[in-house]
């Protein structure tokens, strides 16, 4: 019995607490009894979940939440600092004092290996990376921690961006800086979004803090359709298409045939969506729980027209983030055609390495950059294309993509599409249909709720609000053994987890 206490309340790294993992909505559902006693008190309901917040990313990625933390402290003081210096050069300093602490925590727990890789290359010389933190750690209190490999804090790279908005806002005069630095940590550390996103910004979400708790009944329903339909695309289809037939094909893709190949090249394309606005569904819909609104990440992506539709409608919050932080502080579109074209692909480029330190990342995001080069170029070829020829071709340019950023190495991408087009066949309807027809079935159905319409979407949440409590009951009885049948074996992170 001491164990299992143990287990709920320490950090295990082999049983990470996820929004899939069913000890998070054991947890929750006491949060939420909990909560019942401070709801009605802005302060005490704050500082409570900010004790929560802090308690669930501790029990996601254990000790870093110290990072967390650290980040925090810095930018609440920084934001004061820049709203009472009235000096220009003073508030610029302490911004770009903001922008290096937080990137150079970024930077070191994500991109350290990155860097000394590409020294090493160019030096001819052996550069190995250390721990500094478990090194600190070990010193402090004796402990043997493993210091010569750096462990990647989940979900850094989203609070990261998410304070150095605040700074740069408050910078700006858009916000006033949060005179209460527990506001500020709950802010910050807000537990449904903190890991995967979205990226809140400090003007849509501190307003809320201060507000009374509201949650309609269609507001409570809508959560639950959103919280039932996120666990729908992560373990049902997500998931389900990683296990039995991407992770394998990506891995070893020589071993497979062309239709192998093609059917994880277009699994991936579902998963990753799935997986991501899965969790981003989930996050809005305990959010809204909670009495807080979080912004849509999600519009349809793969009925964009183009790659400048997509950005518009795929990751939100960072496409968004990227526009406001980056592409116009560096001048947008305002200096003529070459300077646009050469902002766009530092913007990209620089958002494809905001996933991880890889070549992959790089590639991904230049691949996107080019794109979006061309498209302004050329702004008015295909405009009077079919409207789902340019669907069509969007999606697969995209999907493109998509295999280079999840192949380990730009040679097995490579790879993917060179069996596709030598070796297409490699067995008969036969022998394929019983390792892959669930796969198959799963992969269509997903496509044809992709294609559907947003508005006939959002008429059947109405009616699912408005449904008889039977029949809500029942339904959602139905997700929730669906998802029961579907569930692995073992637990699968979120894609964006490791971002």
């Known amino acids: 019995m001491e164990n299992k206490w143990l287990h709920i309340l320490l950090y ?7 929004f899939t993992s069913s000890l998070f909505w054991v947890m929750l559902a006491v949060v939420l009894l909990v909560y019942s006693f401070f709801y009605k008190k802005p302060v005490m309901r704050n500082a409570y979940l900010l004790v929560v917040s802090l308690f669930f990313y501790y029990k996601a990625g254990g000790l870093f939440f110290f990072m967390l933390v650290v980040s925090t402290l810095a930018d609440y003081f920084i934001g004061k600092a820049i709203f009472r210096s009235s000096d220009g050069y003073r508030k610029k300093a302490w911004l770009i004092l903001s922008i290096v602490v937080n990137l150079s925590i970024l930077f070191y727990f994500k991109y350290a290996y990155f860097i000394s890789d590409l020294l090493s290359g160019l030096l001819n010389h052996d550069i190995g990376v250390t721990n500094y933190l478990a090194l600190f750690w070990n010193e402090l209190s004796g402990a043997t921690l493993d210091i010569d490999h750096i462990i990647l804090p989940v979900g850094i790279s989203f609070y990261t961006f998410q304070t150095i908005s605040y700074s740069v806002d408050v910078y700006r005069g858009q916000v006033k800086p949060v005179t209460s630095l527990l506001d500020f940590g709950f802010y910050v550390s807000f537990f449904p979004q903190l890991v995967a996103g979205p990226i809140v910004r400090a003007a849509s979400f501190i307003p809320q803090l201060y507000q009374k708790y509201k949650l309609t009944r269609r507001q409570m329903w809508h959560a639950v359709y959103l919280i039932l339909g996120g666990l729908l695309k992560k373990m049902v289809v997500a998931d389900f298409l990683a296990v039995q037939v991407v992770d394998k ?11 192998e190949n093609l059917l994880s090249i277009y699994s991936y394309s579902v998963q990753i969506f799935f997986d991501f606005s899965g969790y981003t569904d989930i996050a809005i819909g305990v959010a809204l729980l909670l009495g807080f609104k979080l912004p849509v990440n999600f519009n349809a992506p793969y009925q964009s027209v183009s790659i400048t539709d997509f950005w518009r409608r ?18 947008g579109n305002r200096h003529g055609k070459l300077r646009q074209n050469i902002n766009l692909m530092i913007t990209m480029v620089l958002g494809g390495l905001w996933h991880g330190a890889h070549w992959r990342f790089l590639i991904w995001g230049a691949y996107h950059g080019i794109l979006l080069v061309i498209e302004k170029l050329l702004p008015n070829r295909g405009q009077s294309t079919r409207l789902w020829i340019r669907r069509l071709f969007t999606f697969h340019l995209i999907t493109i993509g998509w295999v280079f950023f999840r192949a380990e ?3 097995v991408g490579f790879n993917m599409f060179k069996q596709i087009f030598t070796s297409f066949g490699g067995g008969s309807f036969d022998s394929l249909f019983p ?18 319409p947003t508005g006939w979407i959002e008429n059947f949440r109405g009616r699912f609000i408005t449904w008889p409590y039977w029949l809500k009951i029942v339904s959602m009885m139905a997700v929730l053994f669906i998802i029961y049948m579907f569930q692995s074996s073992e637990l699968v992170p979120f894609i964006y987890f490791r971002f």
């Open 409 to 411: 190495t730009p040679q």
């Open 249 to 259: 094909v990506f891995q070893s893709p020589a071993y497979y045939s062309g239709f």
């Open 435 to 452: 390792a892959y027809g669930l796969s198959l079935i799963i992969l269509i159905i997903s496509f044809l709720f992709i294609l559907v």
């Open 314 to 331: 795929w990751h939100i919050s960072l496409s968004s983030w990227l526009r406001d932080y980056l592409y116009i502080p560096m001048g």
């Open 12 to 18: 295990t790294p082999e049983d990470p607490m996820y």
